[in-house]
């Protein structure tokens, strides 16, 4: 009976310390989408999205992509503190075959949860 009551406090115990145990994913705010007007074919545009780390984990980027080679997103810091942002800067240059409506995508590799996040930027291209 002892054996019983020592196997159950030991089950219990290491189930609360699991429980309170701190997690390294973190909670983020982010601007989803930025648009842009209509420009013509050649023109480049920038734009900015902003990445605001809501928990009390430093938010950690490791990859930054783009949907396509027209499409380049350069960030300010990998790394940002609790309750600090950063900026992804995005600059588009409108190509022959971006006429018409416009929307890439700009992937982001953290360790949030999900680890992906995707933004877009949208507008109109025209000859």
Same mark, same amino acid.
């Given at each position: 009976?002892?054996?019983?009551?020592?196997?159950? /406090?030991?089950?219990?115990?290491?189930?609360?310390?699991?429980?309170?145990?701190?997690?390294?994913?973190?909670?983020?705010?982010?601007?989803?989408?930025?648009?842009?007007?209509?420009?013509?074919?050649?023109? /480049?545009?920038? !734009?900015?999205?902003?990445?605001?780390?809501?928990?009390?984990?430093?938010?950690?980027? !490791?990859?930054?992509?783009?949907?396509?080679?027209?499409?380049?997103? !350069?960030?300010?810091?990998?790394?940002?503190?609790?309750?600090?942002?950063?900026?992804?800067?995005?600059?588009?240059?409108?190509?022959?075959?971006?006429?018409?409506?416009? +929307?890439?995508?700009?992937?982001?590799?953290? +360790? /949030? !949860?999900?680890?992906?996040?995707?933004?877009?930027?949208?507008?109109? @291209? @025209?000859?």
């Amino acid at each position: 009976m002892k054996n019983k009551i020592l196997v159950f /406090t030991i089950l219990v115990t290491l189930f609360i310390i699991s429980c309170n145990k701190k997690t390294n994913i973190v909670d983020i705010e982010f601007t989803k989408e930025v648009s842009f007007d209509t420009i013509k074919v050649g023109d /480049t545009i920038s !734009k900015y999205f902003e990445i605001k780390n809501k928990s009390s984990t430093q938010l950690k980027i !490791k990859n930054l992509k783009t949907s396509c080679g027209c499409t380049l997103a !350069k960030l300010k810091d990998s790394i940002i503190g609790k309750n600090s942002s950063t900026k992804i800067k995005v600059t588009f240059t409108a190509e022959e075959d971006n006429i018409g409506i416009v +929307n890439k995508s700009i992937i982001l590799d953290s +360790n /949030t !949860k999900p680890n992906f996040t995707v933004m877009y930027l949208k507008g109109y @291209v @025209v000859k």
